[in-house]
């Protein structure tokens, strides 16, 4: 897996350096980029850390290239950098999942604090990934049977209702159950549930 990088995309030369320069006296692995294009010619799924965007540049603009790498799946959080003028596109970028943006002229220290917030919050949701990938792959092993009891597990059902509802027995109910837990490595139903609801997008109980 890649390690986490700070993607500085604008057109002026001058700021990538600049930018460049700043992130390194902080220890922030960065890599630059002088078109829109050519990052998203570049960008692969695995990247981990964040893209720092101007807003305005020669052919494709900042925004575009937020669109597009959002149309593509790719959830790196993206810092904007822009001109007074453009603040209510950053705003309206926000609302479409930007992380945050930065007003030109900026103060060093606060880019680079957005810019790790930004890190911070991409590794979060990596680790969040990682754990989801980990669950329904535990999934994967449960068997057809083991799913259905597994569900009613899941729904508060107690073993005699299980086994009523599928017209086994108890005995064969809690071998089931025993089975789903040792396969979901858990202990209890409801560390069952807090695993599911992850991969279902729902909260954790």
Known sequence: MNPPCAHIIDDDEAIRDALQWLFKTRDV????????????????????GCAVLDIRMEGMSGLECFDALRARGNQLPVVFITGHGDVP???????????????????????????????????????ADATRETVEAR???????EQEVMELILAGKFNKVIADELNISMRTVEAHRSKVFEKMEVRSAVELAQLVNLVRGRPAA
Request: hydrophobic residues 50%.
């Open 89 to 127: 596109m950053a705003v309206a970028a926000l609302k479409k999942g930007a992380f945050d943006f930065i007003e030109k002229p900026f103060n060093d220290s606060d880019l680079v604090d957005v810019v790790m917030r930004a890190l911070e919050t991409d590794a979060v949701r990596q680790r």
């Open 29 to 48: 692995a960065c890599a630059t980029w002088p078109s829109a294009e050519s990052f998203l010619d570049a960008v692969q799924p695995d990247w981990r």
């Open 139 to 145: 999934l994967a092993l449960l068997t057809a049977r």
